[in-house]
């Protein structure tokens, strides 16, 4: 293994790395949900070595509070506020 792998692959040892499935539970969608996101170039940051997939978990919670939203707020008529 090159060196540069081999930091990559000490990288997402541990707790932080998932599994595509791992990941996918996280983010509450399908395993095939992410791969085709992969595919299409959106999504969570993920980390290819070989033929394998890893999600890092820190990476998919930043992603995640990238895509938080605060509620609309509602007027007395109802109606969102503009």
């Known amino acids: ?3 540069n ?3 990559t692959a000490s990288s997402v040892t ?7 499935p791992d990941a ?5 969608v399908r395993p095939r949900t992410l791969s085709d996101w992969r595919s299409r170039q ?5 980390i290819k070595l070989s033929k394998h997939v890893y999600y ?3 990476e998919i919670e ?3 509070t990238e895509r938080e ?3 609309a707020t509602v007027t007395s008529t109802g109606g969102a506020a503009t």
């Open 42 to 46: 959106f999504g969570p940051s993920f």
């Open 56 to 58: 890092r978990r820190s």
């Open 24 to 28: 996918a539970a996280l983010i509450g």
């Open 14 to 20: 541990g707790n932080d790395r998932l599994s595509p």
């Open 1 to 3: 293994m090159q060196a």
């Open 69 to 71: 939203r605060a509620p």
């Open 5 to 7: 792998q081999s930091a």
């Open 62 to 64: 930043r992603w995640l």
